[in-house]
């Protein structure tokens, strides 16, 4: 599922957030997010987020996040679709319909 991607309009205070996606994906959510560089350059950083609930009840997030820099984003992507190619030629991963 998709949810709106918001963009960060002028006078708002994001700090140094430019752009977010939130894409939910079953028990995970995806954050893509652009940033500025105190030099005004961007960036994107990818969270992973997943709730974690604990036998008492008590829930808490287990968060991974990765940092991708412009200069990285071809290599970074003509290496992702070769190895999701791979996974759905190899194991027959049909795209859900939303």
Known sequence: ML???HL???GEDYEAQILSKAVKAGRRTYFFDVRATRGDDY???ITESRKIT???GTSSYDRHK???????FSKFADGLHEVVEFIRRSKACPEQEE
Not at 66 to 72: A, G, P, R, T, V
């Open 8 to 10: 960060r309009r002028e």
């Open 54 to 56: 604990a036998p008492d």
């Open 3 to 5: 949810s709106p991607t």
């Open 43 to 45: 960036f994107l950083t």
């Open 66 to 72: 990765i940092f991708l820099y412009k200069e990285d």
